[in-house]
């Protein structure tokens, strides 16, 4: 648990991100889509825009309405998102000033003007909440909790006082922001992060960003103009306040182009692009969602967004969410952060009286994966996730490369097989069950391997996590109930030991140096962020039981069979001091009581005058400011380092993980036999002069069993991990800081811990009895492998009460299986049939059948499918789901053409850049294939799709071609026509996309339009894409995924055939029509380029065709690092090859080899 409080976090986002790309389109004004943000991460001069992104944006079914709820910790960062988003709302003839507030650490008099005059307005509205909702802004800018607006009330005062200050003060602060622009260019030279928004074009981008990351920091603005600059001479107040308290709250890397897409602008250059370049088309970008957003906050109560703040930590927020989802209850109870001690309380007016959103159709993450760890996201994030819906989403994003494979550090930050974890959890990363992704970071793999291992700190990668039957059509429209799925509560337990032990190993050396013993030097720094204590796992464990539905007594069975291997298992000694963490974690959360707490401690101690003892109390040790001065001079480039308290004495030692700090002064109130206390915090905090208070909560019981109370000792402590090593010498082995006597009432309180507020939330529910044509389905069971890691099979038993099938299984018939769906199976008897439903795709074909014909029952037992295995969702990978008329790409993500740039395909380095992007799209796995002629159906796709962008755009040395078809090798037909319009850049995803037409071509169709059709053949110089195998029956898949997500301007009619033949595609067979008609001849303005093309646009639809991409965590990407040769002799490494240390770009297997090449070699070497 940090304690010293630094002013940022640590890592920086990437791009704006778009959070509507894959939102289900079933929303209306009668169901509107709300969002989660739970990291916004303004201060580091970042947009509201990356995360709130044209919530206006219109739909086939109207404009729609979102509404958005914002969460972070630190009240600058929503206090400077509200005052942005209230700017823009007001107009756009400010839109200068709103650019200069938000970005600039130096402001004119005129944007210092307004901001001060802005502020005050602010100040005026948000004297409470009924005046705040009165307010212009109420409408559309809410307020979670009544304390969140009173913080952020105090930042405008603090930023519109801030000119007013005395001279002394305001020169300190002018000397902060000076000393961290120093810091800035001395630590960041060479600034990536920027750069990243170019995409593909990275390499192309990031001396010009380095360059205008320079300026930025040099001058304060993104002004050229010295002038400009020069009259910039307010410090802005906006960076001046944080948790930090007065200073320049600003991350060393900050950078206002981080936000904006710039792709398009090295893509399309016909010179060189600048650093003015740059500011020219991020303001042009700021202009355009600006005004966006200004029109959407314009409309009628029914389609403006609403977007929400909550002052809180992410975690904390989620808990409240559920809490008051589960219980009504407003008041969690729990501080809404470190180094505060207001409790979390929502709302009453928002959530009780306005119905406030507690649960949610997307969430989006940030990278809170790299300061929280995936599975704690997870464990916030799941339980919001709203069951309405089937298109629920959550986006996960990390940046931290600290394992010596970045590609593959994804699989490992679950801490079990990601199927295992998909089944248990009803989530699962898209791309892992499709076996592709149309997201691009190739160009980050492409980097990262011509850098080296050791030169990356950071790698980038986005993760879209669904639910794993919601890819399958079939069981989205057949309306049942979410799944039940059951687990042998041994295997169950075994497989959450395992995690457990796989999460706190290394809290041993010697576990820590066997694993990371070809990594040590990242591990080491690595070990500083250790984001999991033992609550974090009993909050899992909590999640798991209730995704599950797993009954009280099936549960005891799972956690006895838990504490049986945990005491078995001797191989972890440091656990025993955490283990009664643990176990009051467990207690505290209702998820599971050991023995212990079934019995009341002893009356004596700190007890002796107490009417009832409750299992749990709560600790509170002041901890004097003068020893925490060992901290306060840590050097920021170690980092915060990690704290724990400790209960100890001469015969035990228990440790404590999940502390809560805060600065201040604790006062112990009440009697001896009724205590209480309050606390009054320092609003300087870390600029303070206070003491530091900590609490943590614990077993009563170990207060007064096992030594007398008078012998123990409460201590607050470093955690033991490598990086905290170098205190040491200072602080002694145990590491601590300072410690007090148990029974010393000055330094230490003890008070009984009040229950947090609690209902099980039984997710799972009975399966729907509605199509048992057969008999009642019973919960799914799964059973894993002997070791209890794999889910090997799926096991669904049907009761059969049918009397027609009762005689017909009776008499020895035998049922016919056969797999309809990724998820479904059908049982048939005769006329009698029953689809049988799983939680995950599954492998039909290999299915076994237990036929019980004395107590009426089938059993269905598949394995599960999964990367590259047979059937599941190889049956089709692209798949569209539909409810009704809503109708949506799973494994494909949405775009808006209109909004796309187009590609100039005349511009300079076209062909360099576009090559490689486009190649990136296979795998070594798929190189190898095509070179043996053993191509996948997936991997024949992917090669035409290249050979469609590269005629497209005639980078090989070829004029571009834009008309194709698809042709059957075998038979020599076509009946597929493509119309490629436009080349765009599809800026959020860091790929391209094709804009064109899909002419599908059948007889009746052929018939009417023979003579036209025969003048495109002979005249529109067409291109053969040649199909084999079950190609074209791909394809036939994938067409409908790639006009789905295009669709902008119309929608699905009453008549669709879609609808009226329950399939998506409707076909998969030659010469017939897979795609319905309702988007024929519509969008086709693009079709009017072409003067052969016109006369086909009424049967054409509007497609936008992509690269598919490898998915980076399961497969190796690009060239195999053990093909790579040594530049001089051609052989392989003795034993490694190793990169030239000043370019990269060659590969030696010796070192003398190296002083071979080294005079030939040397004119070349430049970094």
């Known amino acids: 648990m940090p304690v010293v409080e630094r002013p940022v976090v640590k890592q920086r986002s990437p791009a704006a991100a778009s959070l509507n790309e894959d939102c289900d389109y079933a929303f209306t004004s009668l169901h509107v889509p709300s969002l989660l943000v739970l990291s916004l991460h303004g201060a580091r001069v970042q947009l509201a825009k990356e995360k709130i992104l044209l919530p206006h944006r219109k739909h086939p079914y109207g404009v729609r309405k979102l509404d958005f709820t914002c969460c972070d910790f630190d009240p600058a960062i929503l206090a400077r998102n509200v005052l942005l988003l209230s700017m823009i709302s007001d107009g756009e003839e400010h839109a200068g000033h709103s650019w200069n507030i938000f970005f600039h650490l130096h402001l004119d008099s005129a944007s210092h003007s307004y901001l001060v005059e802005r502020c005050q307005r602010l100040i005026e509205y948000s004297e409470n909440v009924q005046r705040w909702s009165q307010s212009p802004y109420g409408y559309f800018l809410r307020m979670s909790t009544v304390y969140t607006l009173s913080e952020l009330r105090r930042h405008w005062t603090l930023y519109a006082g801030m000119h007013n200050l005395p001279a002394d003060r305001l020169a300190t602060l002018r000397l902060a922001f000076a000393r961290q622009a120093k810091y800035s260019l001395d630590k960041t030279p060479h600034n990536l992060s920027p750069s990243r928004s170019a995409g593909p074009l990275i390499g192309y981008a990031q001396e010009t960003s380095s360059d205008q990351f320079r300026r930025y920091w040099k001058s304060g603005t993104t002004f050229s103009n010295p002038k400009e600059i020069a009259a910039a001479t307010f410090l802005n107040p906006t960076f001046a306040y944080s948790l930090s308290g007065e200073g320049c709250a600003v991350h060393y890397g900050s950078d206002p182009m981080m936000p904006f897409h710039f792709a398009a602008v090295f893509g399309n250059r016909k010179g060189s692009v600048s650093a003015s370049d740059l500011v020219r088309a991020a303001k042009l970008q700021f202009s355009e969602w600006s005004t966006a957003f200004r029109r959407s906050v314009m ?130 990363p898209v791309d892992y069950l499709s076996g592709f992704t149309t997201r691009s970071n190739t160009h980050e793999l492409l980097y990262f391997q011509s850098k080296g291992n050791e030169q990356i700190s950071q790698f980038h ?78 909050l899992f464990l909590k999640l798991v039981r209730d995704q599950l539905g797993v009954s009280d007594e099936d549960w005891t069975d799972v956690m006895d069979r838990f504490f049986d291997i945990h ?28 023995e212990m707490y079934r019995t009341s401690a002893r009356k004596i101690g700190r007890f002796a005058h107490w009417p009832v003892i409750p299992p749990v109390v709560r600790i509170i040790l002041t901890v004097p400011r003068e020893k925490l001065k060992v901290l306060e001079e840590c050097p920021e480039e170690h980092g915060t380092p990690l704290m724990q308290c400790h209960v100890r004495g001469s015969m035990c030692l228990n440790i404590f993980s999940s502390i809560h700090v805060a600065y201040g002064r604790v006062t112990s109130m009440g009697t001896k036999s009724s205590p209480w206390a309050t606390f009054e915090e ?17 077993s009563s019981r170990l207060l007064t069993d096992i030594q007398r109370p008078e012998d123990l000792f409460v201590s607050f402590a470093l955690k033991s991990v490598s990086a905290n090593m170098m205190f040491v010498p200072q602080l002694g082995f145990m590491l601590t800081i300072y410690e007090a006597k148990l029974m010393d009432e000055s330094q230490v309180i003890v008070l009984p811990e009040q229950p947090l507020p609690f209902k099980r939330d039984l997710m799972g529910r009975e399966p729907s009895a509605s199509r048992a044509r057969i008999g009642q389905p019973q919960p799914v069971s799964v059973e894993l492998d002997e070791q209890c890691e794999l889910v090997t099979v799926l096991n669904r038993r049907i009761s059969v009460d049918t009397d027609e099938v009762k005689s017909l299984f009776q008499a020895g018939a035998v049922p016919e299986i056969s797999q309809i769906s990724p998820c479904a199976m059908k049982l048939s008897f005769g006329n009698h049939s029953q689809d049988i439903l799983y939680p995950i795709p599954v492998i039909g074909s290999q299915n076994r059948v237990r036929l019980a014909r004395k107590s009426l029952y089938i059993e269905v037992i598949v394995p599960v499918s999964g990367p590259f295995k047979a059937e599941g969702m190889n049956m089709n ?3 569209v789901t539909s409810r009704g008329r809503v109708i949506n790409p799973w494994s494909i993500h949405r775009v808006n053409l209109m909004r796309m740039p187009v590609l100039d395909i005349k511009a300079k380095y076209v062909d360099k850049w576009l090559n490689t992007h486009l190649s990136s799209m296979m795998s070594t796995r798929e190189i190898s294939l095509r070179k043996k002629q053993k191509e996948d159906v997936l991997t024949r796709v992917k090669y035409n799709l290249l050979a469609l962008f590269v005629h497209a755009t005639g980078i090989q040395r070829s004029p571009p071609h834009r008309l194709f078809c698809l042709r059957d090798h075998a038979t020599n037909n076509c009946d597929t026509i493509f119309f490629i319009s436009d080349i765009r850049y599809d800026l959020h995803s860091h790929t391209m996309v094709c804009d064109g037409y899909v002419l599908p071509l059948q007889p009746d169709l052929l018939q009417r339009i023979q003579r036209n059709f025969s003048e495109l053949v002979e005249k529109g110089k067409m291109v053969d894409l040649t199909t084999r195998g079950d190609e074209m029956r791909a394809w036939k898949q994938l067409l409908p995924a790639f006009v789905e997500r ?81 530049s001089v002799c051609r052989g392989k490494g003795k034993p490694k ?21 080294w005079k030939a070699h040397k004119p070349k070497c430049k970094p």
């Open 567 to 594: 005491t078995a298992d001797t191989s972890l000694p440091l656990d025993l001091n955490n283990f009664n963490d643990f176990c009051a974690h467990l207690h505290r959360h209702g998820v599971y009581t050991v």
């Open 682 to 698: 320092d609003p300087l905090g870390l600029a303070g002069s206070s003491a530091l208070a900590v609490t943590f909560t614990m």
């Open 299 to 428: 409309l009628s109560s029914t389609f403006h967004p609403i977007v929400r703040f909550i002052l809180a930590d992410a975690t904390i927020a989620c808990q409240a969410f559920k809490a008051f989802a589960l219980t009504r209850t407003l008041k969690l109870g729990i501080p809404i952060a470190q180094f505060r001690t207001q409790v979390m309380e929502l709302s009453e007016d928002e959530y009780t009286v306005a119905g406030a959103p507690t649960s949610f159709s997307v969430i989006e993450t940030s990278n809170l994966v790299d300061h929280i760890g995936l599975l704690n996201v997870l464990i916030s994030a799941v339980p919001l996730l709203s069951g309405s819906t089937l298109s629920r989403v959550l986006y996960t994003e990390s940046l931290l490369h600290l394992g010596e494979d970045a590609t593959k550090e994804f699989t490992r930050q679950l801490y079990a097989n990601i199927t295992s974890i998909g089944v248990i959890l009803d989530l699962c």
């Open 461 to 538: 990668q986005v993760t879209t996590w669904k639910s794993p039957s919601s890819g399958d059509p079939y069981v989205c429209r057949s309306g049942e109930a979410r799944r039940v799925v059951s687990f042998d509560a041994r295997q169950l337990g075994a497989f959450l030991y395992d995690m457990y032990h796989l999460l706190f190993e290394q809290e041993d050396s010697h576990h820590f140096h066997r694993i990371n013993k070809n990594n040590i030097i990242k591990a080491v720094s690595a070990s500083s962020l250790a984001p999991y204590t033992r609550e974090s796992f009993a």
């Open 1137 to 1157: 090859l190793k990169a030239c240390t000043g370019c990269k770009k060659v590969r030696y297997c010796s070192e003398a080899c190296q002083k071979k090449d």
């Open 877 to 879: 990978p692209f798949s």
């Open 1046 to 1126: 295009c669709r902008s301007s119309w929608q699905h009619g009453e008549n669709c055939e879609y609808m009226a033949q329950g399939r998506i595609p409707l076909t998969e067979e030659m010469e017939h029509y897979p795609l319905c008609s309702c988007g024929k001849g519509k969008d086709t303005e693009g079709m009017n380029k072409v003067a052969l093309w016109r006369k086909f646009a009424p049967y054409v639809t509007r497609v936008a065709l992509s690269p598919l991409f490898a998915v980076s965590y399961l497969e190796s990407i690009g060239r195999d690092p053990a093909a790579h040769k040594c």
